[in-house]
């Protein structure tokens, strides 16, 4: 390495905070997975057919989804998602409780709770970008109890969301907003005190 240059890694994160902030959000989430007392699925893993039935019934989400597990549990979860994202000068649109909504055969479902939330902050850039992305609008955090009694925060990559709009521009809005909803979910989802 010549002296007095900074190794590309290092460059990165030194040009972009939004970068910073995703290695960051990712060392917190390893280290709540290291010190919980969940057995948590591994993708790769080899396991009997009967294991891997058991562990998907605990956490599963979908490709391209941000999961990470929640120290608390799903009402405290979305409260502390709320104020999280109030203070980010955003507003919650709507909050929507699936559990409450009991199937014919009266068996009662997992808590599982819907945020909607934005701002002109956030959705104006991502509108200006492509208009077909209001589809994927307002953002949306999901909060879950799996069968096993573990609690996720679960949302879509924005990024994601530029491939599926074909939007070849605006790399930078598109970090930024991920970086935003890691830096939102994080303190929602564990205690740093």
Known sequence: ????KLPRIAQSVHSSPSTLLLILGTFVMLAV?????????VQGVEASP???????????????????????????T????????????LGVLSVIDHS?????????LRPTTLIL?????????LLQSEQSIGIDLPLKYLVWQDACDQVYIGYTEVSTLQKRHKIREQDET???VDALMNEIALPAS????
């Open 1 to 4: 390495m010549t002296p007095g």
């Open 33 to 41: 997975l290291l010190t919980s007392d969940q057995n948590f699925f």
């Open 174 to 176: 598109f970090q930024t």
């Open 78 to 89: 979305v409260a502390r998602l709320q104020v999280e994202i109030q203070a980010q000068g």
């Open 50 to 76: 009967a294991e891997a039935n058991d562990e998907m019934a605990c956490m599963n989400s979908a490709k391209d989804m941000v999961t990470m597990p929640s120290q608390f549990s799903v009402e405290e």
């Open 190 to 193: 564990v205690s740093f005190e």
């Open 117 to 125: 939330f934005g701002g002109p902050a956030i959705d104006a850039p």
């Open 100 to 108: 409450s909504a009991v199937p014919a055969d009266g068996e009662p």
